[in-house]
């Protein structure tokens, strides 16, 4: 396994700033299908959530390092740093932790 997602269904209160901000963001429609932070890609493909590294130019490359399975159709994501959140078409929202997205790796 090189990488891994971590998440759950939450609510909004407890969440530190940056996560409520992102959440927002999600909430009011994200980014449809991916979103990018720094040499990585998050996208969403049904109920699935993927994380490739990109080239220089932002195009994924090769297999996701990562993957994680939603309870529900993604329709939007939006990622930060480590956090990834993902909006499902039911209306649910789920926040990630991806500790790949981290670093250089």
């Excluded at 994501?77 to 929202?93: E, F, L, N, Y």
Aim: one cysteine or more; proline letters at 4%.
């Amino acid at each position: 396994e090189v990488g891994s997602l971590r998440g759950h269904d939450a609510s909004w209160q407890g969440l530190d700033p940056e996560t409520r901000e992102l959440a927002a963001n999600v909430k009011v429609g994200g980014s449809a299908g991916s979103s990018r932070t720094g040499q990585y890609i998050v996208t969403a493909n049904s109920d699935m959530v993927y994380v490739y590294r990109t080239d220089s130019d932002g195009k994924k490359q090769g297999e996701p390092l990562a993957c994680f399975r939603g309870p529900a159709n993604v329709s939007t994501v939006s990622c930060k740093g480590t956090k990834v959140i993902a909006g499902c078409q039911d209306g649910q929202v789920l926040f990630l932790e991806a500790p790949l997205l981290a670093g250089g790796q």
